[in-house]
């Protein structure tokens, strides 16, 4: 067998041709496809898991770039029962202890010299006293008294995200903001940086959402819940309907439409942030 | 190494001679080699890449993928419920609760479908919610909390914040002392007060702070005859059956 300079070089540069012109091929293909690939793992290992619990554990036909969740709260309804604190610290394990919560509700008293007492007992999973005893040990009377249901405003411009040295918490194309636990390393530089107080560090001992301690927690918008189809924990056990998710893709969604016509508001909207959870009925003082 | 050096050093040595056979086979060997080198390079490289380059959005797409596949606790809607529970559901569903989910007083569903036993039939469990039977669920530590009066009072007592709207009463004034469900019907949500109420008589206000001369808040107003009184007076006709200070609910009649 004879093999000329020019055969050997022509065959060469071919070989090398193609091995360059299929890396960027892979190059080219979107992220998704990757991504697809390692969803179809998730699959399979949710469908394993699938097979000893009684609910579906995977959601492989859910697409996040085709939703975009938003949330609204209507505080002319809420009552402050509490149920909603109690229903996600059922729902994701969240600890028992009060201090830690993945949302909570507040009462807003204002008094009458135009000073606003915040009091949130236990995160208002017992329901409120009758009136806060702040209120009466200082004499005063109240002009105005609503309760305000908090919890993340998954931004969509997170200062959270922007200060992870680990890139552990991040958006989801559908615009709810997570927190990879296994890639936190429980700095605390998110819990410092969210201007409205709704992310916690989890302790050690009792229940922990994914079982790890010492990393950050907070609201998912119950991510597993939305992605089957389901609503969030709180906004399936309210009674008077004052929390509500929707979906901002969906024009019909009554609560895109509350949200697109105008009538809300958001918290600190001087901040930048754009939160995706609006407000009906808050003062310009809560925040 | 040497190795190495002595192959290269011939395939030079051949490039001068082509023509001969046995240095071509020689030197095709060595390209082929090389060759294969070079792609195992590129292919090794192109994997390694493509792992690095992605891998912040790759990673958080995964955990993403991780977060979704949870297990819900709460039922996605009460209509679960009314696979067992059709009786109860078929009230609730025609009554003003109906904005108020199963689980938002009976806790989330996953646990109780997971430590119920089978029911025996639909008659046996309404049998039970009754009470006209024992409810075996409960005797098997079923995770369903059971209807209190605190659970009507996290929502209905009047406190400062609620709206004003919405139903609320004061539990001080309200038939202190008398659990809720002795008038109402939770499922319904419709009072039907029997004809005398039990409550008793400690730590309640005065007798006419209640029973005024017009009836209020459902309470029963004192007859047309009757004029404002003290409890002393009250109470001397209106006998308490046992003990006035004891705090379970006492019957007061007329002698």
């Given at each position: 067998m004879s093999v000329s300079r020019r055969r050997f070089l022509g065959t060469g540069l071919a070989a090398c041709a193609g091995v360059a012109g299929a890396y960027a091929l892979t190059s080219l293909l979107p992220t998704g496809a990757v991504g697809a690939a390692a969803a179809g793992d998730a699959a399979a290992a949710g469908d394993a898991a699938a097979a000893t619990s009684?609910?579906?554990?995977?959601?492989?036909?859910?697409?996040?770039?085709a939703h975009s969740w938003a949330f609204l709260v209507n505080t002319t309804r809420c009552i402050g029962c509490g149920r909603c604190v109690d229903a996600c610290k059922n729902e994701n394990n969240v600890p028992d202890d009060p201090e830690y919560n993945r949302t909570w509700v507040e009462l807003h008293v204002v008094e009458n010299d135009g000073t606003v007492l915040v009091t949130s007992p236990d995160g208002g999973i017992h329901g409120f006293p009758p009136e806060p005893p702040e209120l009466a040990a200082s004499g005063a009377t109240a002009s105005q008294a609503y309760f305000v249901p908090r919890l993340c405003m998954q931004c969509d411009n997170p200062p959270c995200t922007s200060v992870c040295p680990v890139s552990a918490t991040y958006k989801t194309p559908d615009g709810v903001v997570l927190v990879d636990q296994e890639r936190c390393i429980g700095c605390g530089y998110c819990v410092l940086a969210c201007p409205y107080g709704a992310r916690y560090i989890v302790p050690s001992g009792g229940r922990m959402p994914t079982g790890q301690p010492g990393v950050v927690d907070k609201c998912t918008f119950c991510y597993h819940r939305i992605t089957k189809g389901m609503r969030p924990a709180c906004v399936e056990v309210c009674p008077v309907e004052a929390r509500l998710i929707g979906d901002l893709?969906?024009?019909?969604?009554p609560v895109a439409v509350a949200i697109r016509t105008g009538r809300t508001s958001v918290m600190k909207p001087e901040l930048g942030t754009k939160p995706r959870v609006h407000y009906v009925g808050i003062e310009g003082e809560v925040g | 190494m040497s190795r190495i050096r002595s192959i290269l050093h011939r395939a030079g040595a051949r490039i001068g001679r082509p023509s001969s056979p046995l240095g071509s086979v020689k030197y095709a060997g060595v390209a082929i080699g090389l060759a294969i080198l070079l792609v195992a390079a590129l292919a090794v490289g192109a994997v390694a890449a493509a792992t690095f380059y992605d891998q912040y959005g790759a990673h958080q797409e995964r955990n993403a993928q991780a977060w979704a596949a949870l297990t819900p606790q709460y039922a996605a809607a009460s209509s679960e419920c009314a696979q067992c529970h059709a009786t109860e559901y078929g009230k609730w569903a025609g009554s003003r609760h109906i904005a108020v989910s199963c689980q938002t007083c009976h806790g989330p569903l996953a646990e109780h479908v997971a430590t119920a036993p089978v029911p025996e039939s639909a008659a046996a469990i309404d049998a039970a919610e009754a009470g006209a039977a024992p409810a075996p669920s409960l005797a098997a530590g079923v995770a369903v909390v059971p209807p209190t009066d605190a659970l009507c009072t996290v929502c209905h007592q009047k406190i400062l914040g609620r709206p004003a709207d919405f139903p609320q009463v004061d539990r001080a004034i309200h038939y202190a002392g008398t659990s809720c469900l002795q008038c109402h019907d939770v499922h319904t949500a419709i009072a039907v007060p029997p004809p005398i109420i039990t409550h008793s008589l400690v730590n309640v206000p005065e007798c006419t702070a209640c029973h005024g001369t017009t009836a209020t808040n459902g309470v029963k107003a004192m007859p047309a005859g009757h004029q404002p009184s003290v409890d002393a007076i009250c109470l001397s006709c209106h006998k308490p059956k046992g003990d006035v200070s004891s705090p379970g609910p006492i019957q007061t009649q007329v002698p």
């Open positions: 009684p609910t579906p554990s995977a959601a492989p036909t859910y697409d996040p770039h893709d969906d024009p019909t969604d | -």
